[in-house]
């Protein structure tokens, strides 16, 4: 589906996304409240039917996080990037999208590993790569490592 | 025809009544028995050594590499080398291991094959031991080395262990009866359990030949079922380095570790060289009828080796097996003997038991 | 086999055995924690990060040529398409078209480098199952596109021949000749492959059936590669996003819907097949030009987010780059393959043996530090 129709279709879904059409992706900007409603539309939606997750992963950018979400039909063969933004960073939670897309079960694990966003309702919500005693959250932007990183 | 120009029943009568009319007969049995066993063991640790070595360089040319060249001309003494390292390793003792079984069960592996060993006819009148129920031993006392395995597995307190010998208790268990079955084929033939006698039944014709279809079969029976019951690929399921690290000799090292390694070639030269008496006739020449030239020229070849060149044609061709085919699962193993091999064999059985009766074979 | 259908197990029933790291056919240091009935697989527990090296943290640092560097150490099988991927998302961005002879090299090197990753799947597949003369006979074949690297590049295995604008430098006089004699070579050889293990009845009653994964399923895990295609989901990317030659060449993309073990088997020796056709087609009409565009010595992205989606040999490779217009990523994600294929793991292997276990992750073709990054 062209992109214009499909932001279209979007505004219809939720009035108050932001949908900016990028370079490469459609982008959708959602708040993190309406973003598992939102997913689940664009999922089960005839006309769009994104039923493939291929890349999930969160931007630290210093005030906030950034979710991003890449999304990709293999029936209309479009893509689209959704997002959704997490203010709170001593405590950031967002709602877990891996009951639509299982894809998302490792890549959630693993932002959870390495940001510390904690995701509700995931099956597994453990950590991935990191020890269970690690501290701190290696890709945040204010992750400091004393032992192994020489600042220059 | 002139069968028995190598025959040496006659040097060792002369070696025991040598020594019976030197001596009492209790030491003179003694001695006998010393000297036999260091000639078995002598003859033991060579042809396991040169097997390993055989193997390697089989394999190596169906890898297309080169295999051990670097020890001695063209790796000989490869293997040997081996030897000298494994003898220097250190013994790692296991904890929470079963001690006793820990270090009874090698000796049980072994102990088993040289046993069997004692009971092979190597040429007329080389032979150490000449039961009227040869066949009958030999199959009781390999079956002994399973115990060892699923000792070994049992007590070293591993899980990839303990699985490698309830597996190879599943299956040798099995096939065993494959292997016996096949046997009794041709001793329906041969009329009798005794090596000798069944080596002599094959002097106008090796079983493969006279036996018909039933004894192909049977062959091929057996051949299966042996490379299975000696734990080699594509039956290696003890072992199966790619499911469980090493199976049931996971936590063995040095000479221990050594131990099953030889009993494995051991064993396999054992079924070999069964496979060779039974069905291609032990140390008895090739002949073809009607050939005198051809037949009078093949009774110059000394019985030893065509008992050792049948032997290692039977090898090369388990060796082939290993170098080729991937390994069976568990499942499609013991169906493979409960559904496809027993049945076969029992109606082979009862087709030679007809053709027997019959008077149809050669 | 179903999952739902096994009954729950009882603690007495229950055996659990770790299943690495060193073990040989993880093929690395990856660790499953497997649950079993007997020989029976009730649950496979995948542990990561025995290899994490902070690969995305480090890229954070460093300047855009110098994460290249990087990529190559994830699929170190794949190096080549890996590098590929951020030279084309830092040439989209800066909106830099190279020349057609940069478009050719690097899609030839890129089929090589899947056929070389192939055959080294192929010998391990083989080792997996028990057959171990496959692992010589593959790697006899793969020593000839290794050698045709080193002449190119002087290296063997992680080739950082790419750079954002081209090429390192020109290839090689010999890289043409050598490359079509590598073909009519393997064109003679590949049938061997087939000769010692596809036709192998033990070999199909190991892998037909095993570890079946639905269309449906493939998509949600998003599973992509051979793997992925062998449960008949259409995920090449070479077919639906081309980018360099591919479009240039004609070829299709391997599709089976049985979605077993054996026809993920199937999928990567066809792939070979048609490797060898792309690259027949593109190797006689390389066109003559500059083998890079200069670029500025210090390469800054706009400010903005950028995806590159490749084809790794294992599936669907995608780099996301987010620029803060600085010379180094603000942030820097790789969609590595392995990751992805590593979940389905469970759900195909539940029910089976031990041995479908080890056939299955054999058929998935794991690089751990892919997985792990």
């Known amino acids: 589906m062209e992109n214009n129709k499909l932001q279209e279709l979007i505004q219809n879904f939720t009035p108050e996304a932001e949908i900016t059409a990028g370079k490469q992706f459609l982008t959708v900007t959602v708040d993190k409240s309406r973003l598992h409603e939102l997913a689940k539309k664009l999922k089960e939606s005839e006309e769009t039917q994104f039923d493939y997750l291929f890349c999930e992963s969160a931007v630290d950018y210093n005030d906030y996080f950034m979710m991003v979400y890449h999304l990709d039909s293999t029936t209309h063969r479009h893509q689209l990037v959704l997002k959704a933004k997490i203010t709170d960073r001593e405590n950031p939670e967002i709602d877990s999208v891996c009951d639509l897309w299982e894809a998302a079960n490792y890549h959630e694990r693993e932002i959870f590993d390495l940001f510390g966003i904690r995701f509700i309702n995931h099956p597994d919500m453990r950590k991935i790569f990191l020890d269970n005693d690690w501290v701190g959250f290696p890709l945040r932007k204010d992750y400091v490592d004393k032992v192994n990183v020489v600042e220059r | 025809m002139n069968f028995d120009i190598y025959d040496f029943s006659s040097f060792t009568k002369s070696i025991d009544e040598g020594l019976m009319a030197s001596m009492s007969p209790f030491w003179a049995i003694t001695i006998e028995m010393i000297i036999i066993g260091v000639l078995i063991l002598g003859f033991y640790a060579v042809v396991g050594l040169y097997l390993v070595y055989a193997e390697r360089k089989i394999c190596a040319f169906m890898q297309c590499r080169v295999g051990p060249n670097r020890v001695g001309p063209y790796g ?4 040997i080398a081996d030897l000298i390292k494994l003898l ?66 049992w007590s070293s307190n591993n899980k990839y262990s303990l699985i490698g010998a309830m597996r190879s208790g599943a299956q040798i268990v099995s096939y065993e009866l494959s292997v016996g079955l096949s046997l009794i084929t041709i001793v329906i033939l041969a009329g009798s359990l005794q090596f000798s006698t069944i080596v002599e039944g094959q002097r106008n014709g090796w079983f493969i030949f006279t036996g018909h279809i039933p004894a192909i079969i049977a062959f ?32 063995y090292s040095g000479i221990k570790f050594a131990f099953f390694f030889l009993a494995e070639y051991m064993n396999m030269f054992i079924v070999a060289s069964i496979a060779a008496t039974v069905f291609l006739g032990g140390w008895m020449p090739f002949h073809i009828g009607g050939w005198e030239a051809f037949n009078g020229i093949m009774d110059y070849i000394p019985p030893f080796i065509w008992y050792i060149g049948k032997t290692a044609f039977v090898i090369f061709l388990m060796m082939w097996f290993k170098w080729t085919f991937p390994r069976l699962r568990i499942d499609q193993l013991l169906t493979l003997e409960w559904k496809y091999l027993l049945p076969i064999n029992l109606f082979n059985i009862i087709l030679m038991a007809f053709i027997v009766l019959m008077g149809w074979h050669f | 086999m179903d999952a739902e259908k096994i009954q729950p197990l009882t603690e007495e029933q229950e055996f659990s055995i770790n299943m690495g790291p060193q073990h040989p056919s993880t093929h690395g240091v990856l660790r499953l924690m497997l649950k079993l009935q007997g020989e029976m697989v009730r649950e496979v527990k995948p542990q990561l990060g025995y290899i994490h090296r902070g690969i995305e943290k480090m890229c954070e640092k460093l300047t855009y040529p110098q994460t290249i560097h990087l990529t190559d150490r994830l699929d170190y099988l794949s190096a080549h398409i890996l590098n590929e991927s951020v030279c084309l998302a830092v040439e989209n961005a800066l909106e830099v078209e190279v020349p057609d002879r940069v478009k050719y090299v690097r899609t030839i090197i890129d089929e090589l480098n899947r056929i070389a990753s192939h055959q080294l799947w192929w010998c391990a597949f083989g080792m997996d199952l028990g057959a171990l003369t496959t692992f010589f006979y593959g790697l006899r074949d793969r020593e000839k596109i290794l050698d045709i690297f080193e002449e190119t590049c002087g290296a063997r295995l992680l080739l950082s021949y790419n750079v954002p604008g081209g090429l390192m430098f020109d290839i090689h006089p010999n890289f043409q000749k050598r490359t079509k004699d590598f073909i009519k070579y393997f064109r003679k050889k590949l049938p061997e492959y087939d000769a010692l293990l596809t036709g192998n009845p033990i070999m199909q009653e190991r892998t037909k059936g095993i570890g079946y994964f639905s269309k449906e399923d493939a998509i949600n895990f998003g599973l992509s590669g051979p793997p992925g295609r062998a449960s008949g989901f ?64 210090v390469i800054k992205l706009p400010e903005g987010e950028y995806y590159q989606r490749v084809e790794a040999a294992r599936g669907e490779f995608g780099v996301y780059i987010v620029s803060d217009g600085n010379k ?19 759900k195909m292997s539940v029910g089976y043996k031990i041995a479908d276990l080890v056939a299955i992750s054999g058929s998935l073709d794991f690089v751990v530090p892919d997985m792990d990054r």
């Open chain 2, 88 to 153: 220097l390793k250190e013994l790692i003792p296991i904890k929470n291991a079963d001690k006793i079984l820990f270090n009874i069960a090698p000796f049980i592996v072994i102990i088993a094959s040289f046993m069997a060993i004692a009971a092979i006819p190597f040429a007329k009148g080389l032979h150490a031991l000449d039961f009227n129920i040869g066949v009958l031993y030999v199959m009781a006392v390999s079956s002994m080395g399973v115990i060892g395995i699923l000792l070994a597995g």
């Open chain 3, 328 to 346: 180094n990523p603000y942030r820097m994600k790789f969609r590595s393959p392995n990751f992805c294929n590593l979940a389905p793991l469970h």
């Open chain 2, 220 to 251: 091929l029976v057996f051949l299966v079922a042996s490379t299975a019951e000696t734990n080699r690929g594509p039956f290696d399921l003890a072992e199966a380095e790619s499911e469980l690290t090493a199976g049931f000799h996971t936590e």
């Open chain 3, 234 to 297: 259409s995920c090449d990317v070479r077919v639906h996003q081309p980018y360099s030659a591919y479009p240039f060449a004609k070829f299709k993309e391997i599709l089976y819907t049985e979605g077993d073990t054996f026809h993920r088997y199937k999928v990567r020796i066809d792939e070979m097949w048609e490797s060898m056709n792309i690259i027949e087609q593109l190797i006689d009409n390389i066109p003559e030009g500059d083998f890079a565009v200069k670029m500025k010595p």
């Open chain 2, 76 to 79: 000989f003494f490869q293997t």
